[in-house]
């Protein structure tokens, strides 16, 4: 089991079951330096792009948040609850991924406790370039997260293809996530632009 986080209280390995070995519980696992970590986000050093995996719930969006001047993208309508007041002028929802002609103007949206509404369409996109073409002070750009960003892209498709599923796009046979694969191709090139043409930190995080 790996070393304890100092300072923080370590529950105990779950029982062997039938000769398996035990397993070390989530709280058990060390904690990775986050001070080095956030160093290069920080301290006006060359600009990283950094992906965080890891499941919901451990503190992937806490860590984004200790870069330099985050800008919050949040492609899940209840991100950044528990951020500081500080990050919450700053948080921005997507919640499309790009403009579809003749589309509503609003877009349906569920939220956790399962009420529908109407909202404005926030495109992704749209975003990502305004922080690469449009005068801001902020050092640091979090996509929270890519999972989310995703399923938006996925919506997207169908709604140009007037199609149902992803895997109906460009008639079948796998086209559609080709299809995807390309449109999230540029989506990390406007990353490397934000990190090259603007000097910002990008920060991405994803489920798995």
């Not at 992906?51 to 503190?59: A, D, E, F, I, S």
Request: aromatic residues 6%; proline residues 10%.
């Amino acid at each position: 089991m790996p070393a304890p986080t100092p300072g923080r209280p370590v529950a105990p390995p779950v029982p062997a079951k039938n000769g398996a070995p035990a397993i070390a519980p989530r709280s058990a696992v060390a904690l990775p330096d986050m001070a080095r970590m956030l160093a290069p986000l920080q301290d006006g050093l060359d600009p990283a792009v950094i992906v965080v995996v890891g499941p919901p719930g451990t503190g992937k969006t806490s860590f984004a948040a200790g870069a330099k001047d985050p800008v919050f993208l949040f492609t899940d309508k209840g991100g950044g609850r528990t951020l500081s007041k500080r990050i919450h002028k700053h948080r921005i929802f997507p919640n499309a991924w790009d403009v579809v002609p003749g589309e509503s103007p609003t877009v349906r949206v569920v939220n956790e406790d399962g009420v529908e509404s109407e909202e404005p369409r926030e495109y992704l996109l749209q975003w990502v370039r305004a922080l690469l073409e449009k005068p801001h002070d902020r050092r640091t750009a979090v996509l929270d997260t890519l999972n989310n960003a995703q399923t938006l892209l996925y919506r997207y498709l169908c709604d140009v293809e007037k199609v149902s599923s992803i895997e109906h796009v460009d008639g079948g046979f796998q086209k559609g996530f080709t299809r995807a694969a390309e449109h999230m191709a540029r989506l990390r090139d406007m990353v490397w632009d934000l990190r090259d043409r603007r000097r910002m930190n990008v920060v991405l995080t994803s489920h798995q």
